[in-house]
Each structure stands twice: as C-alpha cells, then as structure tokens.
Antibody, heavy 119, light 107 residues
C-alpha cells in the first residue's frame, strides 16, 4: 500500500535553512507528482508546489518561490523540500502528498513534519 | 489568485443532523474542486474529488455538488466520527488554493 513517511520535527534558528524529507513506498516513485502543503498552527492549508519525480520539473506557488526548493532522489524514493531564510512565519506543519492522476485529488498524505523556528 | 470562501466557519451540530457547508470560488473553476476532512492531530483525508465524486471508502452520507463558483458538501445523518474541519480545494488555476475551513462541533 502507498505510504509517505516524513522526517521528524525540526527546531531551527531564525535565518537558518531546513531540509524536510518524504520517503515514498508502495508504488513506482516516478509515476506520481509529489506536492507539498503548509499548515500553520490552527490555520488553513496552503499549497506550496509540486515536483515531477520523473523529470524533476517543478511548479511553485509564487508565494513560496523564494522560500522552498523541491527535489527528489530517485535512488531512495525520497522527495525533499528545503526551506531557506527561516522566520517565525515559517513555523508550521508541512505535508507531502501525491496526486495519482490529475483530477483525483490528494489521495495519500504523509504524517506531516512540524517545523518550529525559534532562537 | 482564486479565493475559496467557505461558510460557515463553524457549526454546532447534533448526531443525526443533516449538515450542509458551502465553498464559493472567486472565479469559475469548473468542477475542479475537492473536499478534505481533517481531524485534530491528523493529516487531511480526501472525501470528494471533481466536485461530486466520492473517494474510495468514503461513506455515502458524504455528498459533494456544484460547479462553476458554488460548491456544497452535505453530510446526511451526521455521526460523531465526522467531527472535524472540512476544507475545499480548487485545482483549476495555479496556485491551487484551499478554503479557510468549516469546523464541526457538537452542540
């Protein structure tokens, strides 16, 4: 069965960077686009963007273009999102999720990674 | 960006109630709308895709409808396990955008 296993919680200092991981299993890694979603505490969801693991093509929400960098490692079936120049506004839970085909929706989600930015 | 406005923001309901919540898009998004359920401390879960298609395993008390700019999620015969926050998402335009959510609470 499809499983997305995300890295553990991170406590990072303002101005630093953090790289989150999302290890996929139960399907052919290059078949589905991997999306990332942000949820600030008690708030709604924001779509960050996606990566096509087959081609490394990325599509970002303009709001996150200078904040997030999406990559994949096909040898380990792992997707990564690096967040740079962190501020308190970046404190949130970040989810990876996949779309099996356009129009089906985010059918599978990781468990989320909590990022706390604090000195 | 396409703004998805959900209403109401919260509802106090009783088990057995029929619940209707709405999502209004700031422009025509066709039927490219999903509904997600998120319980406290959990990842969101897909309920409805393409505005009206129930995802695999979702109970048939959940129904999605609408097209264009106005969308509705109905829960007939509300159950205690349906207490959660519900979000709509449009994926017709970049960036994909979620609504602010509707929280269901017990009366």
């Amino acid at each position: 069965q499809v499983n997305l296993l995300q890295s553990g919680a991170a406590l990072v200092k303002p101005g630093a960077s953090v790289k989150l991981s999302c290890k996929a299993s139960g399907y052919t890694f290059t078949d589905y686009y991997i999306h990332w979603v942000k949820q600030s505490h008690g708030k709604s969801l924001e779509w960050i963007g996606y990566i096509n693991p087959n081609s490394d093509y990325t599509n970002y929400n303009e709001k996150f273009k200078s904040k997030a960098t999406l990559t994949v490692d096909k040898s380990t079936n792992t997707a990564y999102m690096e967040l740079s120049r962190l501020t308190s506004e970046d404190s949130a839970t970040y989810y990876c999720t996949i779309v099996v085909y356009y129009g089906l929706g985010f059918a599978y989600w990781g468990q989320g990674t909590l990022v706390t930015v604090s000195s | 960006n396409t703004v998805m406005t959900q209403s109401p923001t919260s509802m106090f309901i009783s088990v057995g109630d029929r619940v209707t919540m709405n999502c209004k898009a700031s422009q025509n998004v066709g039927t490219n709308v999903d509904w997600y359920q998120q319980k406290t401390g959990q990842s969101p879960k897909l309920l409805i895709y393409g505005a009206s298609n129930r995802y695999t395993g979702v109970p048939d008390r959940f129904t999605g409808s609408g097209s264009g700019t106005d969308f509705t999620l109905t829960i007939s015969n509300m159950q205690a396990e349906d207490l959660a926050v519900y979000y709509c998402l449009q994926y017709n335009y970049n960036p994909w955008t979620f609504g602010g959510g509707t929280k269901l609470e017990l009366k």
